[in-house]
């Protein structure tokens, strides 16, 4: 099945095909990511306004909504421009006020005729002591009330996007719902009671009297779809992975022992089980496909190396990816040492490399010569070519997506895929993001890392710290300070890096202080992580550039300033960047004058606990899975209608549903598979009808 089911077209037309949208609504909406008929009926209503007719405001509590039947009175225009234009009505017990603000009077005296009758809707509000009901939602003549919605479906708006608009948009778009086979195990669908999608998605969209109690059925029903269609791709890359023959890497042992006869330090328990786990996936002759996960400084480079090694002991060779250069050396200064211990050749190649150079590289990789590759995307190019690539580690998984992984795969035969990340993740977000592979933890630090300090420093004190800054650097040792932005900002009252930058210069002394952050060209940015590493500069000022990928044992201070626009996870990982040599290092959170409460409870949760997973579980309870899946840094897939926090249950369910469809039809040729694809494509899961024809 290569392109998608007719029966869906009318889904995926514009949405300026609907009533009600026309060119200036349809960029907004696009903006938001509505862009189709299917995306208007999968932007949920957030709520339901009741506007069943009362006799009277009298008794309704401030600021509901309410609906009734008034006699129009006098006309009271507006004393000065753009003042409140005034109407008084009254209901069948009590007067009060319909307020218009920039008002159309000509307009106004048509809509409400004086002493005529009218229905209106709108919230209730006091002003004064007197009841009032401002710019109402609905005026109609009584005859035309019946189309005024008894229940009226609220709907998340962007800018320009009125109720009505959506309203209209969404009427439309149910219209052009088809009747679609049931993708669910009929046993599940029975048990939950869940209605057919068809009549769900019009119980969401249309709430009445009659069908309020079937709603939160209806809505757990269709966050079930959403992430169904994700567990099933994720199924059948796992299901392909393991379709697919391996090649049987046998380790020696040989070379993993001259690594750890080198080491000053003995690995711990969790890099011994995840080292244990790998070598013997990859010993099997089916695909390994592992995700190793592990918190700052929990010793993922060694396990890595040793992965590498399994495949280098085996006669082939092995390719670390990272997303970025300044990763990707970070990791070949990371492994050059243990590579030499073991002998072994090892090289890098990045966007950088160019003419002879690259050449050189290549033809050497092509041969066999250079056993272990550390790159960024460059390695994907075509013409780099291994002789007998194995292993392929991907660092800082997120940023590379399951069909990227498979095209790394593809540079050798039946590669063997081990994925690393540094962000714990809550086990319901990583059950969602990691379904189709098999997990190894580091919950466990090396011996002898220091535990950090860390404090919450208003940014009342600034001054306090650089004195601070001052004496700690006039020691010899060396500090980064954060700042949320790049440049300085009209609309964000933040301090930028590169002003943060030449005042702590004035301060410090120009030569003490560098700058890096992610707009400088790559050579300039190299250039001052360099001077840093080097030691010839004391102060790194940078945006969250080095959250990850930078190594300074010297570095016994972390300033990170308006800590509270950054997320929890980033945060950790920014003070990762320091603690790592012998001496005790600080971090300093510094926060601006109006902090939240849940700004302060996130802060204070990273000053009590080092402990990446307890502070990924606190960001999910606090922010929930909505707003971590919105994040940027995250890579987590973007549900429209689940909530990860909430539907952890629903994730369970569609995992063990998708293996048993998968178990039971592989290809998704049977009725039930038939109608699992028209789920792909309606969820837009491209990659899963790609990763069906590769099966």
Known sequence: MSSRPEILFPLFASTETLE??????????????????????????????????????????????????????????????????????????????????????????????????????????????????????????????????????????????TQKTMLKASGSALVRMPELAEWIDPALKQRERWPDWHHAVQLVHRPSEENLHQQPAARQRLAYDEVMAHQVTLALARTVARKTKGVI??????????????????????????????????????????????????????????????????????????????????????????????????????????????????????????????????????????????????????????????????????????????TPIPRTLSLAQYGDMDVSVLDEKPPGRKPIQTALVSTDRLDEVVEKLRATIAKGTQAYWVCPLVEESEVVDMTAAEE??????????????????????????????????????SVLVATSVIEVGVNVPNATIMVIERAESFGLAQLHQLRGRVGRGDAASTCLLMFGKALSDTARRRLEILRESEDGFRIAEEDLAIRGAGDMIGAAQSGLPRFRIADLERDAGLMKLAQSDARKLLGDDPSLETARGQAARTLLWLMEQDKAIRLISVG
């Open 20 to 161: 009600g949208i026309g060119p200036k609504s349809a960029k907004l909406l696009d903006g938001v990511g509505i862009a189709t008929p299917k995306d208007v009926l999968f932007t949920l209503p957030s709520g339901t306004v009741d506007r069943r007719r009362k006799a009277s405001v009298l008794g309704v509590p401030v600021p509901d909504t309410v609906t009734v039947e008034v006699t129009v009175g006098a006309h009271r225009p507006a004393a000065r421009k753009g003042g409140p234009y005034r109407v008084s009505v009254t209901d069948a017990q009590t007067a009060f006020d319909l307020v218009f603000f920039h008002a159309n009077e000509k307009y106004l005296t048509a809509q409400l005729p004086t002493g005529q009758k009218r229905v209106v809707s709108g919230k209730l509000e006091h002003f004064d002591g007197v009841a009032q009901m401002v710019h109402p939602d609905h005026i109609l003549p009584v005859e035309q009330a019946h189309t005024i919605p008894l229940f009226e479906p609220i709907y998340p708006l962007t800018a320009g996007v």
């Open 249 to 422: 890497s046998n380790a020696s042992g040989v070379l993993q022992r001259k690594v750890l006869n080198a080491l000053p330090y003995t690995p711990t328990g969790a890099q011994s089980r995840a080292i244990a786990d790998i070598t013997a996936d990859m010993a099997l002759p089916v695909r390994m496909n592992r995700l190793l996960q592990g918190d700052v400084g929990s010793g993922k480079t060694l396990v890595a190396m040793q992965a590498l090694l399994v495949a280098v002991e085996a006669g082939g060779q092995g390719v670390m990816m990272a997303p970025t250069e300044i990763l990707a050396r970070q990791h070949l200064e990371g492994l050059q040492p243990l590579a030499e211990s073991a002998g072994v050749v090892l090289e890098l190649l990045t966007g950088r490399d160019k003419g002879r150079e690259r050449a050189r590289k290549l033809e050497a990789l092509a041969r066999g010569d250079i056993q272990i590759l550390v790159g960024t995307h460059a390695v994907f190019q075509a013409d780099v070519q291994f002789d007998d690539l194995r292993l392929a580690v991907v660092d800082e998984q997120h940023r590379f997506g399951v069909i990227q992984r498979m095209e790394l795969g593809a540079k050798g035969r039946a590669v063997d895929m081990l994925v690393m990340t540094a």
């Open 500 to 537: 943060r930058f030449k005042r702590l210069r004035a301060q410090l002394g120009d030569d003490r202080v560098g700058l890096v952050h992610g707009q400088m060209p790559p050579a300039d940015k190299d250039a001052a992580m360099a001077r840093f590493v080097a030691g010839e500069t």
